[in-house]
């Protein structure tokens, strides 16, 4: 007697291969890495062999959102080991711990959320190409690849599109930049990812797509564009425009995106001025940043309840925020920020205080120059 698996188990089966062959070609990658740099590596001396570095940042936060407060820990690894002069071990890891206060009151609690952001290995193929394979951050949009880090960012609040353009892909990739003139320099990112749904943290959808950007660097203006294919289910397409500026003549820094989705649009700009070109107090101000935003979202074809699962607004929301960031030295800061959020579901202070840190620390001997 024949027995035929139904539609459900046949997904189910499906979705395991897939995750299993994910992985087996990463750990394949992983060993191929081995057998080539292994032997130069022990061929090196400790003078010109390549240092591995942990760094990263940690902090913690107060998030007060329409009177509701939430304390936020987090410490976020990063790995760096370099194997010889072409190829590069990377990953990023995130702990992450969000406690509030139940409905009744009574002490704190919440889930504490483990997540690896990134593991890819990378080879320096030449100055204009550098192949990944492996979890890397997905290349659409620069809020998710540059400015995510905790030391980075100039308010601490996520901008309101964050999920349509975040995420990890697990694939491949290739990247790099060349210039095109004296005045003009173009850098790209393409990528083609898998199915994995084996872990909630690593998981990854079927992609395809790729950034474009033009820099210029004589006024110091980076504009550029990204593009994403769903390779299944709905088969969606999600796009964005992107622009980076940082001004010469003064300290300020300007970024701000667009993305557009079936799970909705939306844009963010943000500006950040550091006040050491101010007259006076100047061992103060020198130390001070003041930074804002003014972003919108619009509701997609998803629901409410679908897009707030992921992330996103339940309904169209406009938001405005200003903060204060104080470096107490290289790599720590205390940061404050109020914000007013405008949505049919009802209007929101955001208020945030809290501290961050950036660490760096040689695993290995450094040689003296």
């Given at each position: 007697?024949?027995?035929?698996?139904?539609?459900?188990?046949?997904?189910?089966?499906?979705?395991?291969?897939?995750?299993?062959?994910?992985?087996?070609?990463?750990?394949?990658?992983?060993?191929?890495?081995?057998?080539?740099?292994?032997?130069?590596?022990?061929?090196?001396?400790?003078?010109?062999?390549?240092?591995p570095?942990?760094?990263?940042?940690?902090?913690?936060?107060?998030?007060?959102t329409?009177?509701?407060?939430?304390?936020?820990?987090?410490?976020?690894?990063?790995?760096l080991?370099?194997?010889?002069?072409?190829?590069?071990?990377?990953?990023?890891?995130?702990?992450?711990?969000?406690?509030?206060?139940?409905?009744?009151?009574?002490?704190?609690?919440?889930?504490?959320?483990?997540?690896?952001?990134?593991?890819?290995?990378?080879?320096?193929?030449?100055?204009?190409?550098?192949?990944?394979?492996?979890?890397?951050?997905?290349?659409?949009?620069?809020?998710n690849?540059?400015?995510?880090?905790?030391?980075?960012?100039?308010?601490?609040?996520?901008?309101?599109?964050?999920?349509?353009?975040?995420?990890?892909?697990d694939?491949?990739?290739?990247?790099g930049?060349?210039?095109?003139?004296?005045?003009?320099?173009?850098?790209?990112?393409?990528?083609?990812?898998?199915?994995?749904?084996?872990?909630?943290?690593?998981?990854?959808?079927?992609?395809?797509?790729?950034?474009?950007?033009v820099?210029?660097?004589?006024?110091?203006?980076?504009?550029?564009?990204?593009?994403?294919?769903?390779?299944?289910?709905?088969?969606?397409?999600?796009?964005?425009?992107?622009?980076?500026?940082?001004?010469?003549?003064?300290?300020?820094?300007?970024?701000?995106?667009?993305?557009?989705s079936?799970?909705?649009?939306?844009?963010?700009?943000?500006?950040?001025?550091?006040?050491?070109?101010?007259?006076?107090?100047?061992?103060?101000?020198?130390?001070?940043?003041?930074?804002?935003?003014?972003?919108?979202?619009?509701?997609?074809?998803i629901?409410?309840?679908?897009?707030?699962?992921?992330?996103?607004?339940?309904?169209?929301t406009?938001?405005?925020?200003?903060?204060?960031?104080?470096?107490?030295q290289?790599?720590?800061?205390?940061?404050?920020?109020?914000?007013?959020?405008?949505?049919?579901?009802g209007?929101?202070?955001?208020?945030t205080?809290?501290i961050?840190?950036r660490?760096?620390?040689?695993?290995?001997?450094?040689?003296?120059?």
């Amino acid at each position: 007697m024949s027995f035929k698996p139904s539609s459900e188990k046949r997904k189910l089966s499906l979705k395991k291969w897939m995750h299993r062959r994910t992985l087996s070609l990463l750990g394949f990658a992983c060993l191929l890495v081995s057998f080539w740099t292994i032997p130069n590596l022990l061929a090196q001396t400790d003078s010109d062999r390549p240092v591995p570095i942990l760094t990263g940042g940690a902090g913690y936060f107060t998030f007060v959102t329409a009177g509701q407060t939430q304390l936020d820990a987090q410490v976020n690894p990063v790995l760096l080991l370099p194997l010889g002069d072409r190829w590069l071990v990377e990953s990023r890891a995130e702990f992450e711990g969000a406690f509030a206060r139940p409905p009744g009151g009574g002490p704190y609690g919440g889930p504490v959320s483990k997540n690896l952001d990134y593991l890819q290995v990378d080879y320096i193929a030449n100055p204009y190409l550098t192949i990944t394979v492996g979890r890397f951050l997905t290349p659409f949009g620069i809020f998710n690849e540059r400015l995510y880090p905790i030391w980075i960012r100039s308010l601490q609040q996520d901008p309101l599109i964050l999920p349509i353009s975040t995420g990890s892909s697990d694939g491949m990739m290739l990247r790099g930049g060349f210039p095109v003139s004296a005045k003009v320099n173009l850098n790209y990112a393409v990528y083609v990812s898998a199915v994995s749904t084996g872990h909630n943290n690593l998981e990854s959808d079927r992609n395809l797509g790729g950034r474009l950007g033009v820099f210029l660097p004589g006024p110091g203006l980076e504009v550029g564009g990204s593009w994403q294919k769903l390779l299944q289910d709905e088969r969606s397409e999600a796009f964005g425009f992107h622009f980076a500026w940082q001004l010469r003549k003064l300290p300020l820094n300007l970024h701000g995106e667009y993305a557009r989705s079936n799970q909705g649009s939306g844009y963010w700009v943000d500006a950040a001025y550091r006040l050491n070109q101010v007259p006076f107090w100047q061992n103060t101000m020198r130390r001070l940043e003041v930074a804002g935003r003014t972003e919108q979202f619009f509701s997609g074809q998803i629901g409410a309840d679908e897009a707030q699962a992921i992330g996103l607004p339940g309904a169209n929301t406009r938001e405005g925020e200003f903060g204060l960031n104080y470096y107490l030295q290289d790599g720590l800061k205390v940061v404050a920020s109020y914000g007013r959020q405008f949505s049919p579901d009802g209007n929101a202070n955001l208020w945030t205080t809290g501290i961050a840190y950036r660490f760096a620390i040689p695993l290995g001997r450094v040689s003296a120059p």
